[in-house]
């Protein structure tokens, strides 16, 4: 059986409540793309050499800038080759959806900390991060090799923030964690053994690869 996952013990520590509205929710809320960590990349480059598999291309002249390289789609189970232009970076826990699980609470400097926290950017293909929207996990999820790594980042971050959850998203990360330390587990930056699809995309002006697509706004 899958051995117990570290992130179970933070999903007991989550307060479960409803919902709130999402009246007065607005992307401008969340400064996003900003580099708060001091790395001197922006958060959207940040999680892209953590990210890639081997070693990637990187701009002569900008060390944040990765012109080339191999990143893992966890949502979908697509192997993206070539520019990381043609990648989305998804927060993990979207941010319409933190603002209905606490968020709409904050000052700016926490939604703003929020969305420029590395801990739940995943580099992913356009079309799974257009898939899951700003939906939770009672509403969407990703193929189930991704489970364990999806269910653990929104734990660990809904915990961070002090986010709640409802009843649905917490029984679907709950059964989501039961997965933690199988063997069809993945985890970021690291391809599964068996082989996956490949979708090379023809390498770019580095000019124009400076950054990544964003999550697409509600």
């Known amino acids: 059986a899958p051995a117990p996952d570290p992130a179970?013990?933070?999903l007991g520590t989550l307060t479960v409540a409803d919902e709130g509205s999402r009246?007065?929710?607005d992307r401008s809320l969340f400064s996003h793309w900003r580099d708060t960590n001091g790395s001197?990349?922006?958060a959207r480059q940040d999680p892209l050499p953590e990210q890639v598999i081997g070693f990637p291309q990187v701009d002569?002249?900008?060390s944040c800038v990765i012109v080339e390289g191999d990143w893992y789609s966890i949502f979908d189970g697509v192997t993206h080759a070539g520019?990381?232009?043609e990648l989305d970076i998804d927060h993990v826990v979207a941010l319409a959806e933190a603002w209905d699980s606490g968020a709409s609470n904050w000052d700016s400097a926490t939604r703003r900390r929020f969305a420029n926290d590395p801990a739940?950017?995943?580099?992913?293909?356009a079309s799974s991060n257009r898939s899951k929207g700003d939906s939770d996990l009672a509403e969407w999820r990703p193929l189930r090799s991704a489970w364990c790594v999806t269910a653990t980042i929104t734990a660990q971050v809904k915990a961070a923030y002090g986010?709640?959850?409802?009843?649905a998203e917490y029984d679907a990360i709950a059964e989501m964690l039961g997965t933690c330390g199988g063997s069809d587990q993945v985890t970021l930056g690291v391809a599964p053994a068996e082989s996956a699809p490949v979708v090379?995309?023809?390498p770019t002006n580095p000019a124009t690869t400076a950054v990544a697509p964003t999550e697409p706004a509600p």
Do not use: K
């Open 8 to 10: 179970s013990g933070l």
């Open 23 to 25: 009246n007065g929710y």
């Open 40 to 42: 001197g990349c922006d």
């Open 60 to 62: 002569l002249f900008d």
């Open 83 to 85: 520019s990381p232009s």
């Open 120 to 125: 739940h950017l995943v580099a992913v293909t």
């Open 163 to 167: 986010l709640s959850v409802d009843r």
């Open 200 to 202: 090379t995309v023809a």
